[in-house]
């Protein structure tokens, strides 16, 4: 099994930055690739980016630019760099792992508001 805790959201001004952590536990070993979703109220949860495990990242149209996406030293961290963030960034994000087989698992998500 792998667990996801996410970490790192908070309450941040229009303009600010915020950098969310992810890190997994248990069998990373069946990780194929890691990657952030976000969900506003009352919205769908959608694509933020993913990162392989060999690096190759991938990005929502919307994102490119001021979203990165990276992993740690020990590659069972995935990091979410946030910059000149958006009120319309306000959103629940989530940490998501695609398993060996095709599984997924979620983590439960870490809040972040910004505020205009």
């Known amino acids: 099994q792998v667990r996801l805790v996410e970490s790192g959201g908070g309450l941040v001004q229009a303009g600010g930055s915020l950098r969310l952590s992810c890190t997994a536990s248990?069998?990373?070993?069946?990780?194929?690739?890691m990657g952030w979703y976000r969900q506003a109220p009352g919205k769908q949860r959608d694509l933020v980016a993913t990162?392989?495990?060999?690096?190759?990242?991938n990005y929502a149209d919307s994102m490119k630019g001021r979203f990165t996406i990276s992993r740690g030293n020990t590659k069972n961290t995935v990091y979410l760099q946030m910059n000149s963030l958006k009120p319309e960034d306000t959103a629940r994000y989530y940490c998501?792992?695609?398993?060996?087989?095709?599984?997924?698992?979620w983590g439960q998500g870490t809040l972040v508001t910004v505020s205009s």
């Open positions: 998501n792992a695609h398993l060996i087989g095709g599984l997924e698992v």
């Open positions: 248990g069998t990373i070993s069946s990780i194929n690739f």
């Open positions: 990162i392989t495990s060999d690096g190759r990242t």
